[in-house]
Every structure is written in structure tokens, then in C-alpha cells.
């Protein structure tokens, strides 16, 4: 189709075209086409309420009605085979208008009565996002399963803990698991949380000022499986505050992906020598046969500044826009659907990744040393009834000494601590504290890292996922299933 065949939703006062350039900038059909469903959905949910108000014949309605379930088959098979809609069109509501007049003759003409793009757009993103969001969910949660199994088979393994990636004290590795599955949980109901807010339908607001016609919008929300209206219709067409929540919520998110994504690189190296990526998730290099590298949770670490810029960019974009519907807005779309699907693969990339990976245990207990245990010693000493404060200086002079000496804190005789302090007890006494399976077992108030504490964790995270309602995740045509150990 040419050019000069565009189906243009206005221009009756113009006689020129728009120029080529601004065509280009103004355009949206490569990224809104994507709402196709949620346009066509919405001019269903439309045509039937201007039919009940008296505006639309029922001989018209369904005339629309049957041409937009044509016009859906046909888009959705361009779509899978090509990927892109060729239409000369600007955007998608001109394409499913224009298509429909092919199918639906000049009952076609009466489906835009009182409606604008204004509240059109913002309805189909809105139920895009209630759609697509829960996709999102369903992703973060077979995550945080991925970690609950693990952190379950491998509840014995006990591993170094950093602060300031100095050794700090030996944890359990389901501990270190957990804490980031912690934080997905919150993530996945900060991610609820926005869903009754997103749950408010604009149609129905037209350009700014309302709808003249006698519509019940309420009827019409519910129809599209909307929980509320919007109560305002100048906000309707004005905010994007949704879309703000959700790039903010998303780079969150992905900064959480980000930092457990660094600590397995730094595991992963050979320094380390913690964890080992499966061939899966791990690349190789061009110039050294011997390389593996972490290639997918460095782009999972580095993706996180995307977001955060993605969800800076768009908020500037808002930052002092005059009220209602501007052509700024048009922007959302672009930043929202690429934000999506960037932490949708980061999160499939991250499950991948952790499900796949080898741990090694004997690595991690060699990646421990005695002088992780100088807490312990001081809780020895406070237990025998020493302040903390004493027992915390005794134990530094204990480690000075052992400096002096050239040995740890294991390796100091049982003479040279009694003569820092008798509090130290007997030889056997000391002796019993060097133990990484009884430091850890210590840990046992509720949080903890003892044994106990991690299975308390485990089950309320357990019944928490169980407690979720079931997700019906909306398969990308692109997607191949990545692998994954749950049973
Ligand atoms: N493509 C536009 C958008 O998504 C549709 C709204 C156009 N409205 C207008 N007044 N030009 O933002």
C-alpha cells in the first residue's frame, strides 16, 4: 500500500502532507503495534457501549464487532510471520481502524464517536500491563524457587561471609541464598502493589474533557476486566505515574539481579572457586582456548543501569510537562516495553544461571580461615561473663600476638591466650571453638545462619510461594524453555 493511501485519523484542514522527517519522529507503529489485542479489545469494549447508549445501530456493532475479529486474526499472522506491521500508517489505532473499514465497510466510520487516542492509548497500555506484568511475577518466583531449592539441597555446605568483600564470618550458603530470595519476595509484592492502581480504565475520557455520550464507563471497565475507572479525565490522559512506578519498581529489581549476579562472578573466578557456571551460561573467548566467562550475569549486572536509566530517562520526560496529553508521552511505550523485556530475560538468565551452576563445597570450606572465628572467641569470652567491649580488645591481642608468632588464631597456643587472659578457659575449651559446623549453629535467633533459623526461612518462604495464587505466564513466541532443576 502506498503512502498516499495512508488512512490518516485526521487532516481534514491541512492541504499538505507532513514531511518525511517529522513522519519519522512522530511514527509509533514499530513499538505500538505491539498493543494490537489490547486496541482491538478496547474497540470491542467501545463499539458494544456506544450500541447500548443508543450511538451505534446493532447492525453496525456487528458489522465492528466481526470486522475487528478479522482484523486480529490478520495482525496476529503478520505478526508471527513477520515480526512487524508494513502499514503506511502512523500508529496502531489508525492500522486497526483503517483495516477495519476493509472489513467492515462504513460502520467503521462511527467506532472513533466520542473516543480519542488520547484515552484509547492509555487504556491499551494500562491492560497490557495487567496482562504482561503477572508474566514478570511468574519469572521472579521461579526464581526464588530456584534458590529455595538450592539453599535446601545444599543446606550443609557452609561458606565464607564478606562485608566490604573482606572474610567476615563462616554462614551457611543456603543463608547467602535466601537473602536475595528475600528480597525477590519483596519485589514480587511491591510488584502486586501496583496492580490496583494500574487497575483504573481511562476510556471513556476522550481527549481531555469526558464523554458527552451517555456511557456507563464502569460497565465498560469491567467489561475489560478493569477493577476501577479513572476518577478524572484530564488525569486520565495525563498521567504515566503507572508507568513511573513500574521502570522504578523494575530497576530495583534488577539492581537486586545486579548484586547477586556480582557476588557469583567473584565466586565463579578462579580465585574463588566457589561456584562453576554450567556450559549453559557461560561463554568462551575468541583469543584464549581456556576462558569461561560469566558473560550472561555480567549483562544481567550491567543491565541493571539500564533500567535505572530507563526508568531516569522517562521520568524526566514528565518532569514540567503542561497538564493532559502530550506527544511527549507517546515515549512511554518504547521505555516500557523495552524495560520488560529486558529484566524478563534477566530474570530467566539469573534462574538459568543459579539452577545450573556446580558448588563447591570443599572450595568454600578452603576459602575459610581461623581468624573468621574471632567473634565466636569474644562470645566465648562474653559467655564466661567478659564485656563485650574487653573481650572484643583481648582477641585483638590475641590476633596480634598470633601475627607475631606467624600463626592464626588456631595455631596459637593455648599458654599464649592465658596469658592475654585465664577468661579462655582450658586448652580443650578453646580448642572446641574452632569449629565451622558449631560457629554457624551458634547463629540460631530467628534470621539467623544456624541450622534451625535457615529452615524456619525456608518453610515460611515455602508457604508464601504456596500461598501465591497459580501464574499463567504469556509465553514470548521467541521463548525457548531454560532449563531448570525444580522437580
Ligand atoms: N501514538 C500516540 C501515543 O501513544 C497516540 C495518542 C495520540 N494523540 C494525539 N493527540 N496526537 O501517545
Known amino acids: 500500500m502506498s503512502n498516499k493511501d495512508r488512512y490518516q485519523l485526521w487532516g481534514g484542514c491541512f492541504s499538505e502532507e507532513p514531511s518525511a522527517v517529522l513522519r519519522r519522529l512522530n511514527d509509533s507503529l514499530a513499538v505500538d503495534s505491539r498493543l494490537y489485542r489490547e486496541d482491538i479489545a478496547g474497540s470491542r469494549a467501545w463499539a458494544r457501549e456506544l450500541h447500548r447508549s443508543g450511538h451505534l445501530s446493532e447492525q453496525d456493532n456487528s458489522a465492528i464487532q466481526s470486522g475487528l475479529d478479522k482484523v486480529e486474526k490478520d495482525i496476529e499472522k503478520e505478526l508471527s510471520q513477520t515480526g512487524r506491521l508494513n502499514d503506511p500508517e502512523e500508529d496502531i489505532h489508525s492500522v486497526v481502524e483503517r483495516r477495519l473499514h476493509a472489513h467492515a465497510g462504513d460502520a467503521a466510520l462511527r467506532l472513533h464517536t466520542a473516543r480519542s487516542r488520547n484515552d484509547q492509548s492509555a487504556t491499551d497500555t494500562r491492560l497490557w500491563m495487567l496482562t504482561s506484568l503477572p508474566t514478570l511475577g511468574a519469572a521472579l518466583k521461579q526464581l526464588i524457587e530456584v534458590l529455595i531449592k538450592r539453599a535446601t539441597d545444599e543446606l550443609n555446605i557452609i561458606a565464607p561471609g564478606y562485608t566490604h568483600l573482606q572474610r567476615a564470618q563462616p554462614i551457611r550458603w543456603s543463608q547467602f541464598l535466601l537473602s536475595y530470595a528475600w528480597g525477590l519476595r519483596d519485589d514480587v509484592m511491591r510488584l502486586e502493589e501496583q496492580m490496583g492502581r494500574l487497575s483504573r480504565c481511562p476510556l471513556g475520557s476522550g481527549a481531555i474533557a469526558g464523554c458527552a455520550l451517555p456511557i456507563d464507563r464502569t460497565r465498560l471497565a469491567w467489561s475489560l476486566g478493569f477493577q476501577d475507572i479513572t476518577p478524572n479525565s484530564m488525569f486520565a490522559v495525563s498521567s504515566r505515574d503507572h508507568i513511573v512506578e513500574f521502570l522504578n519498581w523494575a530497576a530495583l529489581c534488577g539492581i537486586h539481579l545486579s548484586r547477586l549476579s556480582e557476588d557469583l562472578i567473584i565466586y565463579s573466578s578462579q580465585e574463588f572457586g566457589i561456584v562453576r557456571l554450567s556450559d549453559q551460561f557461560s561463554t568462551g573467548s575468541s583469543l584464549m582456548p581456556q576462558k569461561r566467562n560469566p558473560d550472561g550475569l555480567e549483562l544481567v549486572r550491567g543491565a541493571a543501569g539500564l533500567l535505572l536509566g530507563d526508568s531516569f530517562s522517562f521520568t524526566c520526560v514528565l518532569k514540567g510537562l503542561p497538564s493532559t496529553y502530550n506527544k511527549d508521552l507517546q515515549s512511554d511505550k518504547e521505555i516500557l516495553f523495552r524495560s520488560y523485556d529486558r529484566l524478563l530475560d534477566c530474570l530467566k538468565v539469573t534462574a538459568g544461571t543459579i539452577c545450573t551452576m556446580e558448588v563447591n563445597s570443599s572450595r ?48 596459637l597456643p593455648h599458654n599464649e591466650y592465658v596469658a592475654i587472659s585465664p577468661e579462655f578457659g582450658t586448652d580443650k575449651e578453646l580448642a572446641s571453638l574452632f569449629s565451622w559446623e558449631s560457629s554457624v549453629e551458634q547463629y540460631s535467633s530467628a534470621g539467623g545462619t544456624g541450622q534451625q533459623a535457615v529452615e524456619h526461612q525456608l518453610g515460611a518462604l515455602k508457604d508464601w510461594l504456596r500461598g501465591q495464587p497459580p501464574c499463567s505466564p504469556v509465553p514470548r513466541p521467541d521463548e525457548t524453555p531454560y532449563p531448570c532443576c525444580l522437580k
Open 364 to 411: 568454600a570450606i578452603r576459602c575459610l580461615e581461623p581468624g573468621m572465628l574471632a567473634t565466636d572467641l569474644a562470645h566465648a569470652l562474653v559467655r564466661r561473663g567478659v564485656p563485650f567491649r574487653r573481650a572484643h580488645h583481648l582477641i585483638g591481642v590475641a590476633l596480634r600476638r598470633a601475627s607475631e608468632l606467624g600463626v592464626d588464631l588456631q595455631g
